[in-house]
């Protein structure tokens, strides 16, 4: 298989807003992440997945974009963000655009413009149906934030499409003409000198909503080789594609070399595994150790050489992950570091959410007006409606709500957590005191500095790009794997649990510890006692018969 950049780098993601204030108004912007850049180049990552930052109205923070050749004016200007890209460049990161183009918001000039009249020019650029016959909504199509996904529009009396917000009005990918002048937006992009694209929510342009379908749909791939052709292709740009519902074999689709799409695919199946099955995110049960066990070695192992992954726990959508899946309390730290060295260890690109590095976690809310996110207030409205207590959901919230991930970044230990010197657009989670960057820069033990050694060891050694992997057989919450490339083996063993359990692996002989979460000596790994998270990495000899 070829090889990439992008395949032995690391991305970082910013959420903008939440990331660094330096003009007092509450709100991250563009200079914010500049001032940053050497933190983030100490860190060591390649690459920025840079949340919006174009003009929008801010239903769903810059998820809705209502110019897409601006930028918004709280983050600051185009020469804010072409600064960014180039001093970004001098630092060896390039900067990686989150583009929407499922939808845009319903103040964009397109928009504005098809919904002037059935003859306007730009109608077709979106989705319209007329009403049913009892002239309710066309179909059963639901919104992913609560309720149907069809709006009425009074002047036309037709309804347009929105699988979001109904200030996200979906795109109508069947039309040629929106198809180019979306292309030829991203060459205004890439001309500028990015490092490549986010495709937001890309597995719903193939939408056939007449016939009830979303994601995945008939002409998804000819429309990505089209703008693959049209765009990036040949530019050795990173494309990543949020794509929920990719299976293996979906995934390969977009992202085989050969097929001229995408770089990887940005797949979720291990993201659902605490939700119950055929319900909503908000519907949880517990995490079983084995099932996760079983997503990842399929993801690994079918995935072979046709394709590529991203490795992910956390993004500005989901909990964080040490809250989530780790122990936010007294393993904080550790269960995060067992987290990183898990994942890293495997093969894709990692990204890293911003907070993520210094183990930021969770914010509890304890009511409705506490929560920003027009996802967690719909499903808020919609659920209090049909009778679920409010503490029912706001227990939701707090596990699964969008807010956790976007509280502002906990930079030092003054007040706002030094992300602002005003007033947070959204609340500082209250553990900044001791959970802050200041902290753990000056920490050697902080998990800061696991994640800057798993970012520098994947430089160096091809075995945790290119490896194969092989899942061993343990204890249920015990999560061991072996990579294997060119005559050396490394074996990653983690203890995903807060009670010690017990390995047993008298044959393999530890040549060297690559990394590891605690001082355990390492010398023998038969009848090993792992303490609570522990997570450890070794180089063992193997001889050819075993
Ligand atoms: C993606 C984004 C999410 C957004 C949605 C609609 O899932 O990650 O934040 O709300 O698409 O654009
Ligand atoms: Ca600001």
């Known amino acids: 298989m070829q090889q990439y950049w992008w395949q032995s780098t690391v991305v970082y993601q910013v959420y903008p807003r939440s990331f660094n204030d330096t003009n007092r108004d509450g709100i991250g912007d563009l200079p914010g992440i500049i001032e940053k850049l050497d933190y983030l180049q100490e860190l060591g990552i390649g690459a920025i997945w840079l949340s919006p930052v174009y003009q929008s109205p801010n239903e769903d923070n810059g998820y809705d974009i209502s110019d897409y050749q601006a930028v918004m004016a709280e983050f600051g200007d185009m020469a804010d963000l072409e600064r960014l890209i180039a001093e970004a460049k001098q630092r060896g990161i390039r900067i990686i655009m989150d583009l929407v ?45 609560s309720g149907s996904a069809w709006q009425y529009d009074d002047t036309s009396q037709q309804y347009y499409l929105h699988l979001f917000s ?78 929920w519902g990719a299976t293996p074999a979906i995934a390969k689709l977009y992202s085989a070399p050969e097929r001229h799409e995408l770089s990887m695919v940005f797949q979720f199946e291990h993201v659902g595994l605490d939700e119950q099955p055929g319900k909503s995110k908000w519907d949880l049960q ?15 192992t079918e995935l072979g050489d046709q394709g590529w992954n991203s490795l992910f726990w956390n993004n500005h959508d989901l909990p964080r992950i040490i809250s989530r899946w780790g122990n936010d309390g007294q393993y904080r730290v550790k269960s995060g570091k067992m987290l990183a060295i898990l994942l890293h260890m495997l093969k894709g690109t990692p ?12 914010r509890v809310v304890h009511d409705i007006s506490e929560v920003a996110d027009v996802e967690s207030r719909r499903m808020y409205a919609e659920r209090l409606a049909n009778g679920y207590s409010p503490a029912d959901i706001l227990h939701s919230i707090n596990v699964k709500g969008r807010d956790n991930a976007r509280t502002p970044m906990q930079w030092d230990a003054t007040e706002q957590a030094g992300f602002t010197t005003g007033q947070p657009w959204l609340a500082v989670n209250p553990n900044y005191a001791t959970i802050n960057v200041a902290a753990a820069l000056v920490d050697p033990d ?101």
């Open 166 to 243: 109904q200030k996200q009005p979906d795109l109508n990918w069947q039309n040629p003409q929106m198809r180019q002048a979306i292309y030829d937006m991203m060459n205004f992009w890439i001309d500028k000198g990015i490092g490549g694209f986010r495709l937001d929510v890309i597995d719903l342009i193939g939408k056939q909503p007449a016939q009830g379908i979303t994601g995945n749909g008939p002409e998804l791939h000819h429309y990505l080789q089209e703008m693959n052709q049209a765009t990036f292709g040949n530019r050795d740009l990173l494309t990543v594609g949020e794509t």
């Open 446 to 546: 902080s998990l800061f500095y696991t994640y800057q050694k798993l970012i520098r060891l994947r430089q160096n050694n091809p075995i945790m790009v290119w490896g194969s992997f092989e899942l061993l057989a343990t204890a249920e919450s015990v999560f061991a794997y072996k990579r294997r490339y060119q005559n050396e083996t490394w074996l990653v063993v983690n203890n995903f649990s807060n009670e010690p359990q017990q390995i047993d692996l008298p044959a393999e002989k530890v040549e060297t510890v690559i990394i590891q979460n605690d001082e355990t000596e390492l010398t023998s790994l038969a009848n090993l006692q792992l303490t609570p998270w522990q997570s450890f990495v070794v180089k063992v000899a193997e001889s050819d018969d075993n």
């Open 286 to 300: 517990a995490l079983r150790i084995s099932e996760l066990k079983r997503v990842f070695a399929k993801w690994q």
């Open 351 to 362: 990204y890293i959410y911003q907070g993520e590095e210094i183990g930021m976690t969770n």
């Open 101 to 145: 183009v499922n939808h845009t918001s319903d103040e964009h000039g397109w928009f504005v413009e098809a919904r002037q009249s059935k003859a306007n020019p730009y109608r077709d650029y979106y989705v319209w149906a007329d009403p049913a016959a009892d002239g309710g909504v066309p179909n059963q199509l639901q919104s992913t934030f």
